[in-house]
């Protein structure tokens, strides 16, 4: 699905045009990409938590010239999933 087909859907699911669906979908991801860039969790009950989590420090290969280099830590945005979404999604397809 696509942002735009997301603002028709809560545009006809709300009765609210698209452009303030819009609004409020870019207010929304606004939100919570701010929450993120402060270190806080965001977290939407049945939907799911989005948080930052901090991947190690590992070795790795450069794959044009096989050389070893380090790979630094780094923080990464990490997205789990809540009970009603894993359930819609094992529900749809097996």
Known sequence: MT???LV???AAATG???AKANEVIGATLD???EA???GDKVTLVGFGTFQVATRKA???RNPRTG???QIPA???PKFKPGKRLLEAVRGCCG
């Open 74 to 76: 780094t923080d990464v």
């Open 67 to 69: 050389e070893r280099i």
């Open 31 to 33: 939100a919570i990409v």
């Open 58 to 60: 590992r070795a790795g």
């Open 3 to 5: 942002r735009e087909a």
């Open 16 to 18: 609210i045009s698209k």
């Open 8 to 10: 028709a859907k809560v």
């Open 36 to 38: 993120l860039g402060k």
